[in-house]
């Protein structure tokens, strides 16, 4: 199993989707641990790997600081809030 699918697993278990939206200090804290390595580009690079496949939400409420929200299940997006709520969106490809 590779480094990205540990991870993806792990979050998952311990659904991390409910703690909502967290800086990236904390993904990287959870990323060192499970993996047991402690090089920032990686763990950068893992991190970034898993944005570009939809597994994080980024937050756009400020623009100084990013926070980014885990999501187990990347073919479902969520559009911005309305009201306190998310919806999801399902994308469908014809």
């Known amino acids: 199993m590779d480094a990205m ?3 993806i697993g792990y979050m998952k278990h311990k659904n991390a989707s ?11 804290r959870l990323i ?7 090089k920032d580009y990686y763990i950068r690079k ?3 790997k898993m944005c570009k496949k939809g597994y ?4 756009e409420e400020d623009k100084k600081t990013f ?4 999501n187990p299940t990347p073919e479902i997006k ?3 809030e309305i009201n306190n709520k998310r919806e ?4 469908t490809f014809e």
């Open 5 to 7: 699918n540990s991870v």
């Open 67 to 70: 926070k980014y929200k885990f």
């Open 46 to 48: 893992i991190f970034l």
């Open 56 to 59: 994080f939400i980024k937050s």
């Open 88 to 91: 999801p969106v399902t994308l």
């Open 32 to 38: 060192c641990y499970i993996l047991d390595f402690h």
């Open 78 to 80: 969520y559009e911005k």
């Open 18 to 28: 409910n703690r909502g939206f967290l800086k990236y200090g904390y993904f990287k």
